[in-house]
């Protein structure tokens, strides 16, 4: 777990949104992690005033489970034909507890179990 104050103090984490940097998230479209890590923050925020990292991180899973499981995308360049981000690495780890055509709540609750496989 996070010492989120300690981190304030020392000046390496803040609760200030900066526009130019965000922004600057879905610069890179190669890098498509990002439109998931986007929908899922305003996913969890629709519902929520404070939301936790691990929450925006079972979102990402489960909107991507789908493309990367079922349609075979990459989230991510292959380098010597190993997988190269951790999103997809992720799904591809929780999809052996997982049923064909599972729902979301099913992938969210898997995230959770194997937290630490992940």
């Not at 000046?11 to 900066?18: A, C, H, K, V």
């Not at 925006?56 to 989230?75: F, N, P, Q, R, T």
């Not at 997988?83 to 979301?104: D, F, G, H, M, V």
């Not at 898997?110 to 630490?116: A, G, L, R, S």
């Amino acid at each position: 777990m996070l010492d989120i104050e300690r981190l304030q103090f020392l000046d390496l984490y803040s609760f200030e949104l900066r526009l130019d940097y965000f922004e600057k998230i879905l610069e890179f479209t190669s890098s498509s992690y990002s439109f998931y890590w986007l929908e899922a923050i305003l996913n969890v925020m629709i519902y929520k005033d404070t939301i936790e990292f691990d929450e925006i991180l079972d979102e990402m899973i489960s909107l991507a489970y789908e493309d990367v499981v079922e349609k075979g995308y990459h989230l991510g360049p292959l380098i010597h034909q190993k997988r190269t981000n951790a999103l997809e690495n992720a799904i591809l780890s929780i999809q052996k507890y997982l049923p064909e055509n599972c729902s979301k709540q099913e992938i969210i609750i898997c995230v959770k179990q194997h937290d630490e496989d992940s």
